[in-house]
Each structure stands twice: as structure tokens, then as C-alpha cells.
């Protein structure tokens, strides 16, 4: 019963944080002027990225805390008031990741689609590595255990 609140609570934080990426494609126009003023060497990747962190929080609060108390007490989870909050800020810390991934990735790639596949891709490779699909025990040590499992965000922590 516990390991499948956890499996459920793990799979509604990635699916949360995955929703992140979505929100990629309203960048187009600004990342125009970006390019335009980093060239211009008014504004540096650094500062992107941490300007459009923090215009977004606001929203990513919300859309943490809405779908976060639907999924907390749909599930049963239980009924203190810091154990929601807790889990409400672990998924906004996670949707606060995906974004500034995105947004660093974003920076990086100039072509709109290759950076959808690039930030797709990476955000796949830490769910593969993140033990939901087999524990971290049982992982391949050479790549998916040593580096990939201890880099991942999403993973687990109480596996060691």
C-alpha cells in the first residue's frame, strides 16, 4: 500500500515536472530579443536565467499547489497540514528545476525544436535514472547508478 502512494506520488511530481517543458515554446519571441542582446553583450545566460526563474514563480507556486492538494488528498495522503506543504514545495522545487533546465537549454541551443528534443531528452535520461523502474540497487553501476542516479532529481532519497 505505501509503495504505491509513493509510486503514485513519484509519478504525479515527473508527470508535474515534465509540464514544465510545455511551457518552452512562448519563449520564441523572447528568446530573440535574448540572442539580440546577448550578442550586443548587454545580457548574459546567467541573468536569463535567473530573471525568467523568478517571474515565474508565482505560477509555478500555483500550478504546484492546485494539482498538488487535488493529487495529496485524492490519494489519502495523510491529513497534517506540513506533510502538504512539504509535499507541495517538493513539487515546486521540481517544476523550479525543469524550468531553469529549460531555460539554460534554451540559451544553449539556437534552434527551437532541437531545443525541445535536447531538454526532452535530458529530462528522460533523470527519470531513467531515478529508480522508479527498477531501484537503484539493481542499476547498471558503470552509467546509470554512479553518475546519472546521484545527479538526478527525482530520484529517491532514502535509497542509498
Not at 542582446?37 to 530573471?51: A, K, N, P, Q, W
Not at 531553469?100 to 540559451?107: D, T
Amino acid at each position: 500500500m505505501a509503495q504505491n502512494r509513493v509510486s503514485l506520488f513519484l509519478f504525479v511530481s515527473t508527470f508535474l515536472t515534465i509540464l514544465a517543458i510545455g511551457g518552452f515554446p512562448s519563449l520564441v519571441e523572447e528568446m530573440k530579443v535574448f540572442q539580440w542582446e546577448r550578442l550586443d553583450g548587454h545580457y548574459t545566460v546567467g541573468s536569463f536565467v535567473i530573471s525568467h526563474a523568478i517571474s515565474s514563480m508565482p505560477y509555478l507556486l500555483l500550478v504546484s499547489i492546485i494539482p498538488g492538494a487535488i493529487t495529496y488528498f485524492l490519494i489519502g495522503l495523510q491529513r497534517e497540514p506540513r506533510l502538504f506543504i512539504y509535499f507541495a514545495l517538493v513539487l515546486f522545487v521540481s517544476m523550479s528545476l525543469v524550468e531553469c533546465l529549460m531555460m539554460i537549454v534554451a540559451a544553449i541551443v539556437p534552434n527551437f525544436l532541437m531545443g525541445i528534443i535536447c531538454g526532452a531528452g535530458i529530462q528522460g535520461l533523470m527519470i531513467l535514472a531515478a529508480g522508479f523502474f527498477r531501484l537503484p540497487n539493481e542499476l547498471p553501476h558503470v552509467f546509470w547508478r554512479y553518475p546519472m542516479y546521484y545527479i538526478s532529481f527525482h530520484r529517491r532519497s532514502s535509497y542509498n
